[in-house]
């Protein structure tokens, strides 16, 4: 799990995986298309990428197609979100949202 989280800590993967999820299945130049890096540093991303087990690649003919493996994000999510009730969490997120707005004063006397 330890490498996932190693792959997703970078924006630029996180951005790759994204355009996976928008369109599966695409080349490295189709994937460079979107991304303002070198096709050599696409190419470093994505093998650590397929590291983590969230790219899997398949050739067809002559072109090899990435695609986004999303078990091990679902993995994540069982082993340490699905264990936090969603209600709580928004009350808490709603109850700091109105600390920040209206900020009680203290008195120091």
Not at 4 to 22: G, N
Not at 62 to 85: G, M, V
Request: aromatic content about 6%; glycine content about 2%; charged content about 25%.
């Amino acid at each position: 799990m330890d490498v996932v989280f190693k792959a997703l800590s970078d924006s630029s993967r996180r951005q790759l995986l994204d355009q996976l999820y928008t369109h599966n299945g695409q080349t490295l130049g189709e994937l460079c298309e979107h991304l303002a890096m070198s096709r050599q540093a696409v190419s470093k991303h994505l093998a650590v990428l397929e590291a983590a087990n969230l790219v899997v690649t398949l050739w067809q003919g002559r072109e090899k197609l990435h695609y986004l493996n999303p078990a091990p994000i679902q993995e994540i999510y069982d082993r340490w979100l699905s264990k936090y009730d969603r209600q709580q969490l928004d009350a808490l997120s709603q109850l700091k949202r109105n600390l920040e707005r209206n900020p009680q004063e203290t008195d120091h006397e």
